[in-house]
Nanobody, 117 residues
Framework: QVRLVESGGGWVQAGGSLRLSCTAS????????MAWYRQAPGKQRELVAR???????IYADSVKGRFIISRDNAKKKVYLEMNSLKPEDTAVYYCNAQWGPWDYDSWGQGTQVTVSS
């Protein structure tokens, strides 16, 4: 079982920046993929950024050029650097890990990000 804990959410004005952190219970180097998703009120959960390998990092079109996903294997952490934030980025952000032979999914509890105009 993989446990994930997010932190770093909060309130910020449009144009500002936040950095989210996700701490995993195990070695993230052993996971198949790490990702950030978000869910705004009344909307489905959507992929924000996913890191599968150095050559396989993807971003949602809506955040390209503004958000950066990175990881620190030694600290068992994955980060989401969010810049030039917009009110439409307001959502609960979830950390996700895929692991094992069948890409089992594990989720964190989520962290709220609110961007005011």
């Amino acid at each position: 079982q993989v446990r994930l804990v997010e932190s770093g959410g909060g309130w910020v004005q449009a144009g500002g920046s936040l950095r989210l952190s996700c701490t995993a219970s195990g070695s993230i180097a052993n996971y198949n993929a790490m990702a950030w998703y978000r869910q705004a009120p009344g909307k489905q959960r959507e992929l924000v950024a996913r890191f599968r390998s150095v050559r396989s990092t993807i971003y949602a079109d809506s955040v390209k050029g503004r958000f950066i996903i990175s990881r620190d294997n030694a600290k068992k952490k994955v980060y989401l650097e969010m810049n030039s934030l917009k009110p439409e980025d307001t959502a609960v952000y979830y950390c996700n890990a895929q692991w094992g032979p069948w890409d089992y999914d594990s989720w964190g509890q989520g962290t709220q990000v609110t961007v005011s105009s």
